[in-house]
């Protein structure tokens, strides 16, 4: 009896409820075993999250589009963005769903958003164009109010007198800036309006008027460009009072004057004094 009672103290609990560190060993059995059991109620519970965001309850059911579409009716651009649309209202990606709006011709922004239930409202902003853009390879584009040069069916624009500009890629923003201080110098007078702005890869420019017209107005800041034409618009008047012949062409890049070929004729002027400011 003496022996049992000994053996049931040396394997009993501790006296004084002591707690016994269990083996490492355990411990990191314990430790994974909670592990994956964690994991694998995360999954069960993902998985069943996964399969309700499909359920058709939670469906696109419908597409409000709003802003400006003056260039695509709304039906024209659900129809070119909802197929490329990919998930539920809850698991759609908004960014993807903006990149495909903004993949539609002449929208140049969008933003959606969700709206409980089912729904997507989307803003769009689309392109204004100023200018054709003439590219190099042959691929005409549109210069929107931003400078920016976009694709777009040209055929959209052919009846609204879009001035061209032709130039290195990357510089349609500049040159949008110098047709609009140099439209209204060049514009309104019997020779024609600006028609066209062309840009070299050194820098100089060229202005071609929509009667035919063609005047080198060479390289230098805007400023000089600009007052380099000021000074010769006020001369040629003269010049084409004296001939009554029509401006052919013009070449500004002369120091000390302007060469001006009217019909049948070639002279040179002297450049006049700039004003004082």
């Known amino acids: ?13 501790p006296a004084g409820g002591a707690v016994v560190d269990l083996p490492a060993d355990v411990r990191l059995m314990q430790a994974t075993a909670n592990t994956v059991l964690a994991l694998l109620l995360l999954g069960l519970l993902a998985a069943g999250l996964q399969r309700l965001a499909r ?3 939670f469906d696109i059911r419908a597409i409000r589009i709003e802003g400006d579409v003056s ?15 990919a998930g539920s209202f809850l698991t759609l990606d908004l960014q993807q769903a903006r990149a495909a709006f903004e993949a539609v011709p002449w929208v140049r922004h969008a933003v959606v958003q969700r709206v409980w239930p089912g729904r997507l409202a989307v803003r769009l902003e689309e392109h204004q164009p100023v200018a054709l853009w003439l590219g190099s390879d042959g691929n005409d584009r549109l210069v929107n ?7 777009a069916n040209i055929g959209d624009v052919e009846d609204d007198g879009l001035p061209s500009l ?13 047709l609009k201080r140099l439209a209204p110098v060049l514009g309104g007078r019997r020779d024609g309006d600006l028609a066209q702005l062309a840009l070299s890869p050194r820098g100089a420019w060229r202005a071609t008027l929509d009667k035919g017209a063609v005047i080198e107005l060479g390289r230098g800041s805007d400023d000089a460009v600009i007052e380099r034409t000021q000074r010769f618009v006020q001369t040629l008047p003269r ?11 013009a070449d500004l890049r002369h120091t000390d004057g302007f060469a001006v070929r009217l019909k049948g004729v070639t002279t040179s002027e002297p450049v006049p004094p700039a004003r004082k400011k």
């Open 55 to 57: 359920a058709p309850v």
């Open 166 to 178: 032709q130039g290195p890629e990357g510089s349609a923003p500049a040159m949008l800036a110098m």
């Open 239 to 249: 010049v084409e009072a004296r001939y009554q012949r029509p401006l052919e062409s």
């Open 71 to 85: 260039r695509n009716s709304a039906n024209t651009i659900r129809a070119n963005a909802a197929p490329q649309l």
């Open 1 to 13: 009896m003496a022996r049992a009672g000994m053996l049931s103290t040396a394997f009993g609990p």
């Open 145 to 151: 109010t931003h400078g920016e040069v976009f694709e």
